[in-house]
């Protein structure tokens, strides 16, 4: 019988080192090569994306890492918000107008199925590709989940790959609509109510 997966929490001095497991964990992500569909554009600006979008979370203690790096998962707190204020100036860069129309569509449908109450937020969960199923996923959400039950309150997320679904599903999370603008794949916001 394997070993159970070590889940650890980064620290923000490790952000560099863990945000490259979310970087190859999405670099086939259906939205985000939308959103980015250069190789080379996705790679030199992944890291600043990754960062704006979701980064906080090293600062939050909510960086949550399966075996040092297989597998990352960033959440939010109640209270904490990506870096709009860094994001929207990347997006400018790398799509053009149409492109940048259709996204901002689909965000600010994001942001209106995004829970006004306290909830904890999944902006991004990643497995390095070499390592994917191994149940560090699971392993992930599990242990964040426990937090968000602890304290009472919801967890949300937005599933930006249709094949990820049935995992969030199977750890009590429900769709809860579909959001889909030009030529965008199907993003699902998706929550869990609080146990």
């Known amino acids: 019988m394997s070993q159970p997966p070590s889940i650890t929490v980064?620290?923000?001095e490790e952000l560099d080192k863990f945000l490259a497991t979310i970087i190859v964990g999405f670099s086939a992500d259906p939205f985000v090569r939308w959103m980015v569909p250069n190789a080379a554009d996705y790679l030199a600006h992944a890291p600043a994306m990754f960062t704006a979008f979701?980064?906080?979370?090293?600062?939050?203690?909510s960086a949550y890492v399966a075996n040092?790096?297989?597998?990352?998962?960033?959440?939010?707190?109640?209270?904490?918000?990506?870096?709009?204020?860094?994001?929207?100036?990347l997006m400018m860069e790398l799509m053009?107008?149409?492109?940048l129309a259709e996204?901002?569509?689909?965000?600010a449908e994001m942001d209106a199925y995004h829970p006004n109450e306290d909830c904890w937020y999944l902006p991004m969960i990643a497995?390095?590709?070499?390592?994917?199923?191994?149940?560090?996923?699971g392993a992930l959400m599990k242990?964040?989940?426990?937090?968000?039950?602890?304290?009472?309150?919801?967890?949300?997320?937005?599933s930006t790959n249709e094949r990820n679904v049935s995992l969030y599903e199977?750890?009590?999370?429900?769709?809860?609509?579909e959001i889909q603008h030009g030529s965008s794949p199907v993003v699902r916001p998706m929550i869990r109510e609080a146990v």
């Open 10 to 12: 980064a620290s923000p």
């Open 54 to 61: 979701a980064g906080e979370a090293f600062n939050q203690q």
């Open 68 to 89: 040092d790096g297989e597998a990352v998962a960033l959440w939010l707190p109640p209270g904490v918000e990506s870096d709009d204020e860094d994001m929207m100036p």
């Open 96 to 99: 053009g107008p149409d492109l």
């Open 103 to 107: 996204a901002g569509a689909v965000l």
């Open 127 to 137: 497995a390095d590709p070499g390592h994917q199923g191994k149940g560090l996923g």
């Open 143 to 158: 242990h964040a989940l426990r937090v968000c039950d602890e304290q009472g309150l919801p967890a949300y997320l937005e």
């Open 170 to 177: 199977r750890h009590g999370f429900e769709v809860i609509g």
